[in-house]
């Protein structure tokens, strides 16, 4: 990748200057109403959707204040739904993670860009054979680990960007000779572009993808996960006839080029939380203004 994805100032930059494959900024250009936490803004929304990864946890480990303030929530009678961009782990691992980190969402609580990718490549004919990036598996698909043998790099069907894990340079090189050479659709199933860890950022499979774009714009990439329209479709979908007006529902995340501009485009209230995610330690009021992308709130914290 030519960009390092090292920083804030980075991932932003590589952010903007591939947003116009990015959902179109439907929000508002108010002033943010800027709050400690969530708590002073219970009253303005029935369903608070939550980003994992800055918003519940960074890394493997619990935001302080998150576990009560969904509590808090769930008190006041509220909807609570996670709404994540990550794609490693079954829906029993993502429950069996929460709960390490002390929380206590259930399944149905639960969507992941990846259960969003799932429902869309079941829709493809039983047998193709997926070509799919290791560090994380998915039950019910005919998958060919793309690791150093380059047979499954040619034989797969179709390609799934499922992890960044063991993903890098060499295997990417790989990957896109083979689909330069006979061009296959690609499915990303995480289109963040890094996780806030407890050591750093994560290059996540969002990074790759365009990457592969940047080099080979003509193939049929196709992205599961917030920003893009087909997450928020998924929560509304999994709400059923409970779903509040789409103004009644906040988007609460630590991004703004995924979680603040979808939820948007979606319709929904967006608040941004600033100080665990890739904007933490940093002012971030430059960074709405160089996008504009303009939370309706600003909170420090979950
Ligand atoms: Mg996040």
Redesign the pocket.
């Known amino acids: 990748m030519t960009n390092p994805l090292t920083d804030a100032h980075a991932v932003f930059a590589r952010y903007e200057e591939l947003r116009w494959r990015l959902p179109y900024w439907r929000g508002k250009a108010e002033e943010p109403l800027v709050v400690r936490d969530l708590s002073e803004v219970m009253d303005r929304y029935d369903a608070f959707v939550l ?5 519940l946890n960074v890394g493997e480990a619990a935001i302080p204040g998150a576990r009560e303030r969904v509590a808090e929530m769930r008190a006041a009678g509220k909807i609570v739904i996670v709404l994540t961009n990550a794609a490693s782990l079954a829906s029993a691992g993502s429950v069996a993670k929460y709960q390490r980190l002390g929380f206590d969402f259930t399944a149905d609580e639960i969507v992941s860009s990846r259960d969003v990718a799932m429902a869309a490549m079941a829709k493809l004919p039983a047998g193709t054979r997926w070509g799919t990036t290791p560090g994380g598996s998915m039950e019910g698909i005919d998958a060919l680990p793309l690791e150093t043998d380059p047979a499954p790099y040619l034989d797969a069907d179709a390609i799934l960007y499922l992890s960044g894990a063991e993903w890098d340079e060499a295997r990417q090189a790989m990957l896109v000779g083979a689909l330069q050479a006979n061009p296959r659709p690609v499915v990303v199933a995480n289109p963040d572009l890094v ?1 806030p860890r407890e050591g750093g950022l994560s290059i996540e499979p969002g990074a790759w993808a365009h990457a592969l774009m940047d080099v080979a714009p003509d193939l049929d990439v196709h992205f599961f996960g917030k920003p893009f329209d087909n997450a928020f479709q998924a929560v509304r979908a999994r709400l059923g006839n409970k779903t509040p007006p789409l103004h009644r529902i906040a988007m609460v ?3 703004l080029h995924t ?1 603040i501009l979808g939820g948007a485009a979606a319709g929904w209230g967006t608040i941004l939380i600033a100080d665990h ?1 890739i904007f933490r330690g940093l002012d971030v009021a430059p960074f709405i203004a160089a996008s504009g992308i303009v939370p309706d709130v600003i909170a420090a914290t979950t």
């Open positions: 980003d994992g990864f800055g918003v996780a995340g630590d991004t979680d995610g």
